[in-house]
């Protein structure tokens, strides 16, 4: 569960939609795809068209998964950091109304330029 009081750092590494397409499918909505996604070793984050859609496996079969649905009609402002030359972490932070705020810390390649392009144009 994302937790809003914490500001809750999520580490990931971006991998293909299509790698989580079997989780989040049964919640996506009429029109609604997959733009990026990414994983922790259990967790995982997939943002959408519409909302970004955070997994967190449970218990020790992981059976037991705790989805949490944030829509980017309730973000009200973000804040990126790209990488640097020896620090290659990106770090996306999103400002929900009545909510708090949530940061993401992306490894590896991601291209964080391009997802904040496409939250801008869900949120603008």
Do not use: W
């Amino acid at each position: 569960m994302i937790d809003f009081e914490n500001n809750g750092v999520f580490k990931l590494s971006p991998v293909e939609a299509e790698s989580q397409m079997g989780r989040v499918a049964p919640l996506l909505i009429e029109g609604e795809h997959i733009v990026a996604a990414f994983k922790a070793i259990r967790d995982s984050v997939v943002f959408t068209n519409k909302r970004v859609i955070a997994m967190n496996v449970q218990g020790i079969t992981g059976k037991k998964v705790d989805y949490t649905s944030l829509p980017y009609s309730k973000v009200q402002a973000y804040s990126v950091e790209t990488a640097g030359t020896f620090d290659l972490d990106c770090e996306l932070d999103l400002f929900f109304s009545a909510l708090g705020h949530v940061r993401f810390e992306l490894r590896g390649g991601c291209d964080i330029r391009a997802l904040c392009r496409a939250i801008s144009e869900y949120i603008l």
